[in-house]
């Protein structure tokens, strides 16, 4: 069976739930018809779970350490020659505050189509791809994350960074580099999700349910878990690359660790990837000059690093964010939209149409869709690291007022400076601890 007939097999199932509903109300059996589909299903979903990777896939992608090294090509492990904290300072601020600026503009029209998206600009008198944030939102009181209206996310109502799992996980990074040391093993990134996810989703969310049931952190990532390669690893990657900017090894390294947890092959890469990419950005001058040096920390015939290069090759092709998101669908057309390699491509994709400008990179990437809010909050995060926080426009951190929002458990609220003078604190130790022996 094609996956591209996993829509008919969706379609099937809803209408056979309608069908079900319409007789069952017309006072009919229903039970002859529906415990054979039930049954099928099960069996279908029982085959599946067992099944293995290919066996190309096992011998490129390794998913540990020591293996993945092996594998890389090579690259520039290391770019800075030492840590200088005024010049990180203004780094690490561009890069978390054009993530949040990414994110939140991303957040209230996270998955919707391209039309959807240039209806509302049209409606609210706004450019396409958005200038600024969202003038309104369809459904203003809808919370999100059980704390963040959805008008927290417009220009006008926002008052601080709000509620987002991608920036979120940023500062439980940052938690667990403070609360286990910059050499945490991912034991201990399973004590802190414990400790201060409430809740998660997909690949995260097994993985957080299957510690609490007492699965071991070696195998709470693939115990029943069909999100092993989703996007929920890569938007985990910022606190790694903050940890260790200009270092995109050690960068890369630190996401393994945490990546491992809940993700397995492409998942784990993709953190890896953008992490690597993330340090990068803090030593070079070209946002695409830090996604081709991330490579160098994957290995070199995986299927995310060919995506990646397929990305990178199609770059100077893309003429705008409807051009951008009908190559990736054209080449990932069975992938589905929350895959890490789809959506690393509409990131590379908006760093390539904004370049250096952070109103063009995140608004072309949002103005792509699939899971955009990640995907904005990751090019913004690279491209900010690149410029600095003085050369992003002001109306884009200004409604967060030096305030930021989290779900975490007995950890709600932060503060931008704050956050980064802490995330000083750790890369100065990172470079102070590590480098040397390197």
Same mark, same amino acid.
């Given at each position: 069976?094609?996956?591209?007939?996993?829509?008919?097999?969706?379609?099937?199932?809803?209408?056979?739930?309608?069908?079900?509903?319409?007789?069952?109300?017309?006072?009919?059996?229903?039970?002859?018809?529906?415990?054979?589909?039930?049954?099928?299903?099960?069996r279908a979903v029982a085959e599946l779970r067992k099944a293995k990777p290919r066996a190309t896939i096992v011998a490129n992608e390794p998913n540990a350490l020591a293996a993945i090294h092996s594998r890389r090509p090579v690259g520039p492990r290391r770019l800075w020659e030492r840590f200088d904290p005024k010049l990180y300072a203004e780094k690490v601020r561009g890069a978390y505050l054009a993530r949040a600026a990414g994110c939140t503009l991303g957040a209230i029209v996270e998955f919707n189509s391209i039309e959807q998206m240039e209806g509302l600009a049209a409606h609210a008198g706004q450019p396409m791809p958005p200038e600024d944030y969202w003038a309104f939102t369809n459904n203003p009181w809808h919370k999100r994350?059980?704390?963040?209206?959805?008008?927290?996310?417009?220009?006008?109502?926002?008052?601080?960074?709000?509620?987002?799992?991608?920036?979120?996980?940023?500062?439980?990074?940052?938690?667990?580099?403070?609360?286990?040391?910059?050499? @945490?093993?991912?034991? /201990?990134?399973?004590? $802190?999700?414990?400790?201060? +996810?409430?809740?998660?989703?997909?690949?995260?969310? !097994? =993985?957080?349910?299957?510690?609490?049931?007492?699965?071991?952190?070696?195998?709470?990532?693939?115990?029943?878990?069909?999100?092993?390669?989703?996007?929920?690893?890569?938007?985990?990657?910022?606190?790694?690359?903050?940890?260790?900017?200009?270092?995109?090894?050690?960068?890369?390294?630190?996401?393994?660790?945490?990546?491992?947890?809940?993700?397995?092959?492409?998942?784990?890469?993709?953190?890896?990837?953008?992490?690597?990419?993330?340090?990068?950005? @803090?030593?070079?001058? /070209?946002?695409?000059? $830090?996604?081709?040096?991330? +490579?160098?920390?994957?290995?070199?015939?995986?299927? !995310? =690093?060919?995506?990646?290069?397929?990305?990178?090759?199609?770059?100077?092709?893309?003429?705008?964010?409807?051009?951008?998101?009908?190559?990736?669908?054209?080449?990932?057309?069975?992938?589905?939209?929350?895959?890490?390699?789809?959506?690393?491509?509409?990131?590379?994709?908006?760093?390539?149409?904004?370049?250096?400008?952070?109103?063009?990179?995140?608004?072309?990437?949002?103005?792509?869709?699939?899971?955009?809010?990640?995907?904005?909050?990751?090019?913004?995060?690279?491209?900010?690291?690149?410029?600095?926080?003085?050369?992003?426009?002001?109306?884009?951190?200004?409604?967060?007022?030096?305030?930021?929002?989290?779900?975490?458990?007995?950890?709600?609220?932060?503060?931008?400076?704050?956050?980064?003078?802490?995330?000083?604190?750790?890369?100065?130790?990172?470079?102070?601890?590590?480098?040397?022996?390197?």
């Amino acid at each position: 069976m094609a996956l591209s007939q996993s829509t008919e097999l969706g379609k099937l199932v809803a209408q056979l739930n309608d069908w079900m509903f319409q007789a069952h109300d017309q006072g009919v059996n229903i039970h002859p018809a529906v415990k054979p589909a039930l049954a099928a299903l099960r069996r279908a979903v029982a085959e599946l779970r067992k099944a293995k990777p290919r066996a190309t896939i096992v011998a490129n992608e390794p998913n540990a350490l020591a293996a993945i090294h092996s594998r890389r090509p090579v690259g520039p492990r290391r770019l800075w020659e030492r840590f200088d904290p005024k010049l990180y300072a203004e780094k690490v601020r561009g890069a978390y505050l054009a993530r949040a600026a990414g994110c939140t503009l991303g957040a209230i029209v996270e998955f919707n189509s391209i039309e959807q998206m240039e209806g509302l600009a049209a409606h609210a008198g706004q450019p396409m791809p958005p200038e600024d944030y969202w003038a309104f939102t369809n459904n203003p009181w809808h919370k999100r994350y059980l704390l963040s209206p959805c008008e927290d996310y417009t220009r006008g109502r926002m008052n601080h960074v709000p509620v987002d799992d991608d920036l979120t996980y940023t500062l439980l990074g940052l938690l667990i580099l403070e609360d286990s040391g910059v050499h @945490f093993t991912t034991a /201990d990134v399973g004590k $802190a999700w414990l400790k201060y +996810l409430p809740v998660a989703c997909t690949a995260e969310h !097994v =993985a957080l349910e299957n510690l609490k049931k007492g699965v071991s952190w070696k195998r709470a990532g693939e115990k029943d878990n069909p999100y092993v390669e989703w996007i929920g690893a890569d938007i985990r990657s910022d606190p790694w690359g903050y940890a260790a900017p200009g270092w995109p090894a050690k960068a890369a390294e630190l996401a393994w660790r945490d990546a491992f947890l809940s993700h397995r092959f492409g998942g784990i890469y993709g953190e890896m990837y953008f992490a690597a990419v993330i340090a990068a950005a @803090f030593a070079v001058d /070209d946002p695409m000059r $830090a996604c081709e040096i991330g +490579l160098g920390e994957i290995p070199r015939r995986c299927r !995310v =690093a060919e995506g990646i290069r397929w990305g990178l090759n199609m770059a100077e092709t893309v003429k705008d964010y409807r051009h951008a998101r009908q190559l990736v669908d054209e080449k990932f057309h069975d992938m589905h939209g929350v895959h890490t390699i789809n959506n690393a491509c509409l990131t590379i994709f908006g760093l390539a149409l904004g370049g250096r400008d952070v109103t063009k990179v995140i608004g072309n990437t949002v103005a792509m869709g699939l899971d955009n809010d990640c995907t904005a909050a990751t090019a913004g995060s690279i491209v900010g690291a690149v410029v600095g926080a003085k050369a992003i426009p002001a109306h884009w951190t200004r409604p967060f007022k030096g305030k930021i929002r989290t779900y975490m458990t007995g950890q709600e609220w932060f503060t931008i400076d704050d956050v980064v003078a802490r995330f000083g604190a750790v890369a100065k130790q990172v470079w102070e601890t590590d480098a040397v022996t390197e």
